[in-house]
């Protein structure tokens, strides 16, 4: 993890496209401003965890009906 101290109005840029400033700090709070592109998206940390649980989730349950529909199509070609 790269590191880096910043003080309130102080910005980083990642690439050319993304800009993360410290707009302030009170108490255990950072408040952040980030100018990201429309087409990047942007979670919070526990909602990332989340989608990515979920979209885990959807690739059990699309193998899982792939599984039963080709048991039941070896059945019926069986029949």
């Known amino acids: 993890m790269l590191i880096l101290t910043r003080r309130p109005g102080e ?16 108490g255990k709070q950072i408040k952040i401003g980030l100018e990201v592109p429309q087409d990047v998206p942007v979670y919070r940390e ?8 979920q979209n885990r989730l959807a690739m059990e349950a699309d193998q899982q009906d792939v599984f039963a529909a080709a ?8 029949e």
Do not use: F
Request: positive net charge; proline residues 0%; hydrophobic residues 45%.
């Open 11 to 26: 910005s980083i840029h990642l690439g050319d496209r993304i800009k993360i400033t410290v707009l302030g700090v009170q």
């Open 46 to 53: 526990e909602v990332y965890l989340r989608v990515l649980e």
């Open 71 to 78: 048991a039941l199509w070896q059945k019926n070609k069986t």
